[in-house]
């Protein structure tokens, strides 16, 4: 991807190198509230402590370095001009759920977007000790090691391995669970992990085959898609159509297996009328 974001090779590091710095400063920041470990929220969408403050961490990063630069989180940050082309999308805890149960299945997902295309990633999950980096047009890195591009899916559903996850909207979940039905007779296996920066995560690095949700935010995707879009994994909606930053539906898998994979999501999505 070509684009007038970048002024130089050095600026685009540069720019990658403070969102890692914020992410690992906010990773920090939950690892050590975890000795409260007390949600604030209730019901299904859980919020702890440790959302906010990880999220302020990350605001004051991103605003210093870049105050031209609009800046949009989970928790309802809303900095910087609101007609800039270059949007942060920041998810400071993606898998409260998990993390307020003690599971360590949860990362910071710091993404950059130009003009509503994700083009610079970091999905830091301290738990595990792994930090995924991306910058389109330039590679994704687990680690600092070079990922290779997306391989062939296989075309026995079969071996196919796919992450699904809730989602917070109790009719959209009837989605999801109609969607496991069509795949159950197909597939391997299926995984319900409650992260999507880290299915995103494990879908680069060929852990899974493919993430399937049917409503789902910016924040929750922008560094995850940065990083699947540059690897070459093929991403659209339910309903087979191209995928487009923003509050919806994803259908993420390596080439190959786009064709039949859209079949199941669109019964699944079909078999199920939501009012708009």
Not at 17 to 30: D, L, T, V
Not at 125 to 138: M, S, W
Request: charged share 20%.
């Amino acid at each position: 991807m070509s684009c007038d974001l970048w002024s130089t090779e050095t600026s685009v590091r540069e720019t990658l190198a403070i969102a890692e710095a914020a992410a690992r400063a906010a990773g920090q920041a939950i690892q050590a509230a975890r000795t409260d470990g007390l949600a604030k929220g209730a019901g299904h969408d859980v919020v702890t402590h440790a959302d906010g403050a990880s999220e302020a961490i990350l605001c004051e990063h991103l605003a210093r370095a870049f105050p031209d630069h609009r800046i949009e989180g989970e928790e309802g940050a809303a900095i910087g001009p609101a007609d800039s082309p270059r949007v942060w999308h920041l998810d400071p805890l993606d898998g409260t759920a998990n993390f307020s149960r003690g599971i360590p299945y949860w990362a910071v997902s710091v993404g950059l977007a130009w003009r509503g295309k994700p083009v610079l990633g970091v999905i830091h999950a301290p738990a595990f000790g792994h930090t995924l980096t991306c910058i389109r047009g330039q590679g994704v890195w687990l680690d600092g090691v070079a990922l290779p591009p997306a391989p062939a899916m296989d075309e026995d559903p079969r071996t196919w391995i796919v992450a699904v996850d809730w989602p917070w909207d109790l009719a959209q979940r009837k989605r999801v669970t109609a969607l496991l039905g069509h795949l159950s007779g197909s597939i391997r296996q299926y995984k319900t992990y409650g992260s999507a920066a880290l299915d995103c995560v494990n879908l680069a690095r060929g852990w899974v085959d493919a993430y399937c949700i049917t409503d789902i935010f910016p924040w929750d995707l922008c560094a995850g898609a940065a990083a699947l879009q540059e690897l070459g994994f093929r991403l659209a909606d339910w309903q087979g159509q191209p995928w487009k930053l923003g509050r919806g539906p994803i259908r993420a898998c390596r080439p190959g297996g786009e064709a039949l994979l859209d079949q199941f999501c669109q019964q699944a999505w079909n078999s199920i009328p939501i009012p708009e």
